[in-house]
């Protein structure tokens, strides 16, 4: 019992100690970044996911293009010349991964395992996260009335539910847990 107290208190202090440093490092990115004054400007992650973006969706068949937000920190997609969705800060799925990290850096593995984990699942959400917006926008332009459970609903599941999977197969296959369990 204490055995597992102490894995317990482990896991909470690595977990809120390497978020908090993952989350100052990017809230320091952001702030040197970002520009809010007059011209508003995101930084470069959220440009780029918004650019790849609309790239998914010209894929797709639609045309495509987008546009800084010229009062908020977006940048508005725009499908078939129709402005049907944006792209904040919350959306480049940096937030996401930052919270995925500091789940497997608590619950280590090897240091190999954790670094080869940590970048194929980071990968995988960035690129979830594209085509997730790319979807919702041209979803948003065909069912505009399925807005709401399309933006709330549906596109939160999916990338969270995979986040949770990747958590799963973490601590089930790569992580020191099973180890500790055993002991």
């Excluded at 992650?45 to 987008?66: C, M, S």
């Excluded at 937000?69 to 078939?80: A, T």
């Excluded at 919270?99 to 497997?104: C, D, N, V």
């Excluded at 197969?169 to 500790?180: E, H, P, R, T």
């Amino acid at each position: 019992m204490i055995r597992k107290n102490k894995a317990l208190l482990q896991f909470i202090i690595k977990f809120f100690i390497s978020y908090a440093i993952m989350v100052g490092l990017y809230s320091y990115y952001l702030n040197k970044t970002q520009e809010k004054k007059t011209l508003y400007t995101c930084s470069p992650v959220t440009t780029t996911v918004a650019n790849q973006t609309a790239d998914v969706i010209k894929f797709l068949g639609y045309k495509a293009f987008i546009e800084q937000h010229q009062d908020e920190l977006s940048l508005k997609i725009y499908v078939n010349g129709k402005y049907v969705s944006r792209v904040i800060e919350g959306c480049n799925s940096v937030s996401i991964i930052i919270l995925f990290l500091a789940f497997i850096i608590a619950f280590a593995g090897s240091i190999k395992a954790t670094i080869v984990y940590g970048i194929f699942g980071s990968v995988l959400i960035y690129v979830t996260n594209i085509f997730r917006i790319a979807i919702l926008s041209v979803g948003i332009l065909e069912y505009p009335k399925y807005q709401k459970i399309l933006h709330s609903v549906i596109f939160p599941a999916i990338i969270y539910g995979m986040v949770f999977l990747l958590w799963v197969i973490w601590v089930n296959k790569f992580s020191n847990y099973k180890k500790l369990e055993n002991e």
